[in-house]
């Protein structure tokens, strides 16, 4: 642990570093806590470039918080859509909700009400408070935590709750109490841009001299990498109905249940939003989805022709998902409970997962239909 002159040479050499060089992005331009709080919440799990024209367009619907909270949760979904990890945006909303019912909609200073808030861990309330109200919080999440572990030659997996605590305890330390913010910001650049996972660029380091792991010879082995769970293979079928004016169906979002989901639930594999009828497929997709269809539609059981599409390929976390879409063409879109039926170019309308959007994409892609090697009967 660094101490006096030391910590303070490490101190001013990384704010230095961070001064001149740190990226110009759009929630780095505020102060407002609601709009640090949206791009905390977009930033987790999806890279920057990602997120910034998703933060610029859910601001210019959802200003603030009151527009936020009274918004249809479908309408935030919509503008979610293609985000991916869709909880964060049910939580973000119910948030909203509650700060308008608790905190007359300005956003909590006090770190007991932010982390009361659903999806704010101690990570993104050290975030907000720091950067928006300049509280001496530290962050640490994986990109930190790494640094940390590199500066100090940690090993060990650094997730083991001990050593995350004290991995915490080392971020306090380091804090500077004059400008957390911009401390909090510049630890968690150099994790993104210099120190990354992989080939850290110790060349370019501004903390270099301070960095066990570059004197050890070998960075990059720091920290010790985790095993990943085993990937679980998937295989769904989807039906992509077709009239002759491009119309489909969708079926609308899933309930919560109370019980653990499996892990080919379709519900959960669709984010509980819009989609297509799908099924989870164990041997013949054929077979499956036909049953599928005719318990959804028991007026039309037998009748629905089922002509295979390009296959789609998804991976969400720890499963690879293979969808089999089958254009179904019909007449006219039989009626379900609920459903709707819009014109499948216009799928973007409504609240979609990545998922059903690259299964759209198939469907609309001429070369969908030739392309497709058929499932086995
Ligand atoms: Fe990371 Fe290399 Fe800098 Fe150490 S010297 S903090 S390993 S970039």
């Given at each position: 642990m660094l101490k006096g002159r030391d910590l303070a040479s490490f101190r001013k050499q990384l704010l230095d570093w961070f001064y001149q060089f740190r990226r110009d992005l759009p929630?780095?331009?505020?102060?407002?806590p609601y709009r640090i709080w949206i791009s905390e919440i977009m930033l987790q799990q999806t890279r920057v470039a990602a997120v910034i024209p998703y933060y610029e367009r859910f601001l210019a619907r959802f200003p603030d918080m009151r527009a936020l909270a009274e918004a249809p949760e479908e309408e935030v979904l919509r503008y979610w859509s293609?985000?991916?990890?869709y909880s964060r945006a049910r939580n973000l909303q119910k948030a909203a909700q509650l700060i308008v019912a608790h905190h007359a909609g300005e956003f909590p200073r006090e770190a007991t009400d932010v982390l009361a808030?659903?999806?704010?861990?101690n990570y993104t309330a050290a975030a907000i408070l720091s950067i928006?109200?300049?509280?001496k919080r530290a962050v640490l999440d994986g990109n930190v935590a790494r640094v940390l572990a590199r500066l100090g030659a940690i090993r060990g997996d650094l997730r083991e709750s001990r050593r995350w605590r004290a991995l915490q305890e080392t971020a306090g330390k380091l804090l500077v109490p004059e400008t957390p913010g911009d401390w909090n910001q510049a630890m968690m650049e150099l994790g993104a841009?210099?120190?990354?996972?992989?080939?850290?660029q110790c060349l370019l380091c501004p903390v270099a001299k301070f960095c066990r792991a570059r004197i050890s010879g070998?960075?990059?082995?720091?920290?010790e990498k985790r095993k990943n769970r085993e990937v679980v293979q998937i295989v769904l079928a989807a039906a992509v109905f077709f009239t002759p004016r491009g119309e489909t169906l969708f079926l609308p979002p899933p309930r919560k249940t109370q019980h653990k989901p499996a892990d080919d639930d379709v519900a959960t594999l669709v984010s509980r939003m819009w989609h297509f009828p799908t099924v989870a497929i164990r041997k013949n997709a054929y077979t499956e989805l036909e049953s599928f269809l005719a318990h959804l539609l028991p007026s039309r059981k037998g009748t629905l022709p089922l002509e295979p599409l390009k296959r789609v390929r998804h991976a969400v976390t720890y499963r690879n998902v293979t969808v089999l879409p089958f254009r179904i063409t019909v007449a006219k879109i039989p009626r379900v409970r609920g459903a709707r039926s819009i014109r499948l170019e216009d799928f973007s309308m409504l609240a979609v997962s990545n998922l059903t959007r690259k299964i759209a994409k198939a469907a609309l892609s001429p070369s969908s239909a030739a392309a497709s090697k058929p499932p086995k009967r």
């Open positions: 929630w780095r331009r505020t102060k407002d293609g985000l991916g990890y808030l659903p999806g704010i861990g928006a109200f300049g509280a841009m210099v120190c990354m996972p992989r080939a850290p070998d960075p990059e082995s720091f920290p």
